[in-house]
């Protein structure tokens, strides 16, 4: 059982470049999101999806695009990447949207953009 | 103003000590209140999971909400190496869905 599957674990871009940031769940579960953390800063809420086709903005989504079009994957892009966006990245899920749902994170992406 | 509040540590105890955490928050409308574990290079896990003032108990766990002064606390006994890690505390509104707010984590050395 994988749980929650983030790759590559580790990426260096340039500023400019654009790449996509891969998440997949084998819990059939219908909520999916996507964080940041960076120090001092805890975790902050990029994207989420609550289901195939569906998905909203969080707290920081400038620079970041998602699509939902399976319940399996919720792959994050990075369109033009800058030195900002350096942090470590974590994708969630749970399986549904509210109540008394554990979230499920992988164990997280570490982007550095020079 | 951040929303959650949380001291960033470290904090460094002996084996066995207890480890007392706590978090502060400003939105009263936060309903539902939440510690994760972080070990190093590892995504956050749940450790408890509480919706209503008051205590918690879950193995060497307990979980304390104060609404009233919108205080969230985290104490572990009988401490042991095993537990050092960042501990996060995390709120969510009821209305806002799975939608989580993080304060930004408390690092614990337990020491042999």
């Known amino acids: 059982n994988a749980g929650v599957t983030q790759t590559p674990k580790f990426q260096v871009l340039k500023t400019g470049q654009s790449m996509t940031l891969q998440c997949a769940q084998d819990?059939?579960?219908?909520?999916m999101s996507w964080y940041r953390q960076d120090p001092g800063m805890g975790l902050r809420l990029i994207h989420y999806?609550?289901?195939?086709?569906?998905?909203d903005q969080g707290e920081v989504p400038n620079g970041y695009n998602v699509s939902r079009s399976t319940t399996e994957d919720f792959p994050l892009r990075l369109l033009s990447a800058a030195p900002s966006q350096t942090s470590v990245y974590f994708c969630?899920?749970?399986?549904?949207?509210?109540?008394?749902?554990?979230?499920?994170f992988g164990d997280g992406t570490r982007l550095s953009i020079l | 103003q951040k929303e959650v509040e949380q001291d960033p540590g470290p904090l460094s105890v002996p084996e066995g000590a207890i480890v007392s955490l706590n978090c502060t928050y400003s939105?009263?409308?936060?309903?539902?209140f939440m510690w994760y574990r972080q070990y190093s290079r590892k995504g956050p896990e749940l450790l408890m999971y509480t919706y209503s003032s008051g205590n918690k108990e879950d193995g060497r766990f307990t979980a304390q909400v104060d609404k009233s002064s919108k205080y969230i606390s985290l104490f572990i006994r009988d401490s042991q190496p095993s537990d050092s890690a960042t501990y996060l505390c995390?709120?969510?509104?009821?209305?806002?869905?799975?939608?989580?707010?993080f304060g930004g984590g408390t690092r614990v050395l337990v020491k042999p």
């Open positions: 969630a899920s749970s399986y549904s949207n509210g109540g008394n749902q554990p979230q499920h």
């Open positions: 939105n009263s409308a936060f309903q539902y």
């Open positions: 819990m059939n579960h219908e909520y």
């Open positions: 995390a709120t969510r509104i009821k209305a806002a869905g799975n939608k989580l707010t």
């Open positions: 999806s609550v289901g195939a086709g569906i998905t």
